[in-house]
């Protein structure tokens, strides 16, 4: 048998700064000062905001330099550019973790696992966290620790301190919130900004609320869909990474609604984690650009 090839290993540069002439020059002028060898380009001004992006990526093999050493040089470049904090350079030879928040629906926890199984999403799993124990089997099965921390109507606090726990002994790079009915408080949205990631229906903000397939039904709605955006303090209003629809029409029950809504839902999530690991998702106050 012939075994799978390794992919070639690559470092990712994302870069935000004010617009200016001479940026691409100057990156690209760095990069062939030492070798690199660019494979993917991308690029982006916003006339609205003055402000440029770009998504570079590098043959690792063409530098004489590591990753540690390519961002210590990289940083006088964005120094120059006027970058700040708005750029990185990652390293795809580092494995990506995540660690899954869930409660009782299952659709996007199921059909993430089964992508990691397959090898469809290249990343590692730590741990899922669900504050119902309801997908333990099929988390275990999937060889992931699962762990359960119930939430106490008057003691959410100290639920939210272990889950903060179990998560950053992973430090991963996704917090992925698999439709998790709990609020984040403000502190960990803030301790997890840029990594922490939520879905939802897309009816916000028209149908606010318990049962919003069942306030969409009754209104007659032609479409639904999905949302999936990075967690902040304002609730459900974080820079938004991806989202999509499905039709329906007169003839579909609430069931049926609720169905192609968690279908769009799944599809929605795993396309903005991918996107998000890859480093393809750069953020911009509470915009993003998408690479």
């Known amino acids: 048998m012939h075994g799978v ?12 700064c004010p617009d200016r002439t001479g940026i691409i020059a100057r990156i690209s002028g760095f990069l ?12 982006h001004t916003d006339p609205d905001t003055g402000w440029f992006f770009t998504r570079q990526v590098v043959r690792a093999d063409s530098l004489p330099f590591a990753a540690d050493e390519l961002r210590a040089r990289f940083a006088e470049v ?12 990652s390293d795809t030879g580092e494995r990506r973790r995540a660690v899954i928040l869930v409660s009782k629906a299952g659709h996007c926890l199921y059909d993430l696992l089964g ?20 997908l333990a089997d099929i ?7 699962f762990h359960h921390v119930p939430f106490p109507p008057g003691d959410k606090a100290a639920a939210f301190e272990r889950v903060r726990k179990l998560v950053d002994e992973h430090d991963p790079h996704a917090v992925v919130l698999a439709r998790f009915m709990q609020i984040l408080p403000a502190d960990l949205c803030r301790e997890w900004a ?10 916000l903000p028209s149908f606010i609320g318990a049962k919003p397939y069942h306030q ?5 709605v032609k479409l639904v869909g999905a949302t999936c955006h990075y967690v902040t303090a304002d609730l459900d209003a974080g820079p938004i990474i991806e989202q999509d629809v499905i039709r329906v029409d007169h003839g579909d029950s609430v069931e049926d609604m609720v169905r192609k809504g968690r279908d ?17 998702v750069l953020v911009h106050g509470n915009r993003t650009v998408v690479f």
Not at 115 to 134: C, M, P, Q, T
Not at 139 to 145: D, E, F, S, V
Request: glycine share 10%; no cysteine; net charge negative.
């Open 5 to 16: 090839t390794a992919p070639e290993r690559r470092y990712v540069i994302t870069f935000g």
């Open 32 to 43: 062939a000062e030492h070798g690199g060898w660019i494979v993917e380009a991308a690029y």
């Open 78 to 89: 964005a120094a120059e550019l006027s970058a700040e904090s708005s750029w990185q350079v």
């Open 115 to 134: 992508r990691v199984a397959s090898g469809e999403l290249d990343v590692d799993v730590a741990a899922v966290i669900g504050n119902h124990d309801s």
């Open 139 to 145: 988390t275990r099965a999937h060889g992931i620790p």
């Open 194 to 203: 840029g990594r922490a990631i939520n879905i939802h229906h897309s009816f």
């Open 216 to 220: 969409a039904h009754t209104r007659g």
């Open 264 to 280: 769009i839902e799944k599809v929605t999530l795993a396309r903005g984690l991918r996107w998000h690991l890859e480093n393809r």
